[in-house]
């Protein structure tokens, strides 16, 4: 494929041209080390680099064309476009070389801080019930869809596949394990959009981060409908405020829009006050859903079980029961919004019931772990204050006896939410074993330490084992019959990222291992 540079850069407000403006461009980069010959690199100024002081390699590794904040020395047959920001060029420039793709597609968003992966599961299964061809975009993998029943072992396959071709190079096992974003970077988004528009799925259903709204990733994308969750304390770090949390969130359903040659419809959580406040913001059709306001969709009559969760569901359309294989009150509001999306998409409640009932299991979400243990031992990926009180709550309603929880807090990420997951843990849970999650930068005992703080006058509540694969041990060790125990934090997650490397670790796999005895069991003789 080869675009003009001056075609490429339309879309783009007060772009100025130095050079040749009809140059060939044969690709995008945003990482030199990906640069080929004819490329547009585009120079952008990260959190820890500045793509500015990789022109050099850019331009010897064949860019004829550079996107730049500032001036900066170049060959005369090297093209610069001067923009004021670079990282939202990117953005247009990459929906611009690949013929905008998400208008060729209906795209649903789904934001905030918990349940966004489950949920985009759960519309998944609706649409592709419904007779659609679905992609997913999300934490967890990208995968396309055909047939439900398959989709789970088809997504496993792809991710081992994919994994194993970005190991063979440095740069691709870099980006694998380092860029492991919720939403893609703009120029990849574009690119996975391209190529579902090219196997003709009709509904892409992605996850779109607070990071992704704020820094650009997703301008250029033309939305269809939005979905919001839900909203509690998360990336502090970035955000300073939950206020600018909440302003990030809110520009899928405001900004985005303005942008968009598309109509807009939004569905919003009306038990969360944030979602009140985007409803006031946004123009367009919006259909609520919740269990406590007089919301469009409602759930009532919730029962939660150990094997999922039955509810009745008001609805426009009618009233639908629903006996789900999710469990947990959380899963029953990430079901609402996929019935609310179901709805909103015209899709008729029998093919709902059909998409909501038929998803068993989330990849490391409320993943159930068996190997004949005479306790319950749950995986999880909560790692917010609200996610974890959610799901001690959770384990609360279906365990039989003591709840034993083993959790961490990443590093080089919002340092408040620690205490507070200490003191959730501290009052929900019988016994906790606090331990390292993805200490990155940090020190492990540092974060642990921090957590502590929340176990005020809970001394024998808790114990410290910096090691992860021991304190998931210890606890499945300490374990009785009748007990739960919820390992938290990682999830689907498959390594463990320190400072200076990064190690294959699953949560899954480790719990596993230890049940069958293949590790040797840790045996703790003491009651708590």
């Known amino acids: 494929m080869m675009v003009a540079l001056k075609d490429l850069i339309q879309t783009i407000n007060e772009a100025k041209i130095i050079g040749e403006p009809g140059v060939s461009i044969s690709g995008i980069a945003y990482n030199s080390k990906r640069v080929r010959k004819g490329s547009l690199f585009v120079c952008i100024k990260?959190?820890?680099?500045?793509?500015?002081?990789?022109?050099?390699?850019?331009?010897?590794?064949?860019?004829?064309?550079?996107?730049?904040?500032?001036?900066?020395?170049?060959?005369?047959?090297?093209?610069?476009v001067l923009v004021k920001n670079s990282r939202e060029a990117l953005a247009?420039?990459?929906?611009?070389?690949?013929?905008?793709?998400?208008?060729?597609?209906?795209?649903?968003?789904?934001?905030?801080?918990?349940g966004k992966t489950t949920t985009t599961y759960l519309i998944e299964s609706i649409l592709t019930k419904a007779g659609f061809r679905t992609g997913v975009l999300g934490t967890i993998t990208e995968h396309k869809s055909q047939e439900p029943i398959d989709r789970r072992q088809k997504t496993e396959v792809r991710g081992q596949k994919t994994e194993v071709r970005r190991q063979r190079t440095e740069d691709r096992r870099q980006k694998l394990v380092q860029t492991h974003l919720t939403t893609p970077e703009s120029y990849d988004l574009q690119r996975l959009?391209?190529?579902?528009?090219?196997?003709?799925?009709?509904?892409?259903?992605?996850?779109?981060?607070?990071?992704?709204?704020?820094?650009?990733?997703?301008?250029?994308?033309?939305f269809d409908l939005g979905v919001f969750t839900n909203l509690t304390q998360d990336h502090l770090d970035f955000h300073q405020t939950l206020g600018e949390y909440l302003s990030a969130k809110i520009k899928l359903f405001t900004e985005l829009p303005r942008y968009s040659s598309k109509g807009f419809k939004g569905v919003i959580n009306l038990d969360d006050p944030a979602g009140r406040k985007i409803i006031s913001k946004m123009r367009g059709e919006v259909m609520t859903f919740g269990i406590y306001s007089q919301a469009e969709v409602k759930g009532e009559e919730v029962e939660i079980t150990p094997e999922g969760a039955n509810l009745l569901a008001q609805t426009p359309k009618g009233k639908l029961q629903l006996r789900l294989k999710l469990t947990g009150l959380f899963n029953v509001y990430n079901a609402l919004a996929a019935l609310a999306v179901g709805l909103s998409c015209q899709i008729g409640l029998s093919k709902i019931k059909e998409g909501l009932e038929e998803v068993d299991a989330i990849p490391g979400r409320l993943e159930r772990i068996d190997e004949g243990?005479?306790?319950?031992?749950?995986?999880?990926?909560?790692?917010?204050?609200?996610?974890l009180k959610s799901?001690?709550?959770?384990?609360?309603?279906?365990?039989?006896?003591?709840?034993?929880?083993?959790?961490?807090?990443?590093?080089d990420r919002d340092k408040l939410k620690r205490p507070l997951m200490g003191e959730i843990a501290n009052r929900m849970a019988d016994w906790t074993i606090i331990t390292s999650d993805n200490p990155r930068g940090e020190e492990p005992e540092e974060i642990m330490r921090e957590i502590e703080k929340g176990f005020k006058g809970g001394e024998n509540s808790y114990t410290l084992e910096v090691d992860r694969y021991k304190a998931i041990s210890k606890a499945l060790g300490m374990a009785k019959r009748g007990d739960l125990v919820l390992i938290a934090g990682k999830g689907h997650e498959t390594y463990q990222k320190f400072k200076d490397t990064i190690i294959h670790f699953d949560d899954r796999e480790v719990a596993r291992q230890v049940?069958?005895?293949?590790?040797?069991?840790?045996?703790?003789?003491?009651e708590f």
């Open 46 to 80: 990260g959190f820890k680099e500045d793509g500015h002081k990789f022109v050099p390699e850019a331009i010897l590794r064949g860019a004829k064309a550079l996107v730049v904040e500032r001036d900066v020395k170049v060959p005369s047959s090297v093209s610069k």
């Open 193 to 222: 959009l391209s190529e579902m528009v090219k196997k003709k799925v009709d509904y892409v259903v992605m996850e779109v981060s607070s990071h992704a709204l704020s820094l650009g990733r997703v301008r250029g994308c033309e």
């Open 373 to 387: 243990q005479d306790f319950m031992v749950f995986v999880d990926y909560a790692h917010t204050p609200d996610g």
């Open 515 to 526: 049940l069958r005895g293949r590790s040797g069991k840790w045996e703790v003789n003491f």
């Open 92 to 114: 247009l420039l990459s929906s611009s070389f690949f013929a905008h793709p998400s208008q060729r597609l209906k795209v649903i968003g789904v934001t905030g801080t918990n």
């Open 391 to 411: 799901l001690l709550g959770c384990a609360r309603e279906i365990s039989q006896n003591k709840l034993l929880l083993v959790f961490g807090c990443g590093g």
